[in-house]
Nanobody, 127 residues
Framework: QVQLVESGGGLVQTGGSLRLSCAAS????????MGWFRQAPGKEREFVAV????????DLRESVEDRFAISRDNAQNTVTLQMNSLKPEDTAVYYC????????????????????WGQGTQVTVSS
């Protein structure tokens, strides 16, 4: 089994920054992609960012690609989401995922059919 623990969420004003981290333990999923998703109240979960094992290839949601950055440390089994210039519409519970069948190119929903999920961390951006 793989366990994922997110940290770094919180309350921030519009234009502020937050850094989310996710630590993985248990069975290694280092050969697969890791990523971040979010779910706002009353909305479906949506893709935010994914990064492949070799850390060269990644994909970001269009609405955040000029504000967010994803990185990964395979030695530490961690994935990080740096979020800058935050907007109220970024408010959501952010979930870390591992075991994503992503290696390069654009993200596709069928890549998360066997993913493992963290418990989520709340991000609230006040206007």
């Amino acid at each position: 089994q793989v366990q994922l623990v997110e940290s770094g969420g919180g309350l921030v004003q519009t234009g502020g920054s937050l850094r989310l981290s996710c630590a993985a333990s248990g069975r290694s999923l280092s050969d697969y992609g890791m990523g971040w998703f979010r779910q706002a109240p009353g909305k479906e979960r949506e893709f935010v960012a994914v990064i492949g094992r070799n850390v060269i290839y990644y994909d970001l949601r269009e609405s955040v690609e000029d504000r967010f950055a994803i990185s990964r440390d395979n030695a530490q089994n961690t994935v990080t989401l740096q979020m800058n210039s935050l907007k109220p519409e970024d408010t959501a519970v952010y979930y870390c995922a591992a075991g994503i069948k992503y290696w390069r190119g654009r993200y596709s929903p069928n890549m998360i059919t066997a993913a493992t999920w963290g418990q989520g961390t709340q991000v609230t951006v006040s206007s």
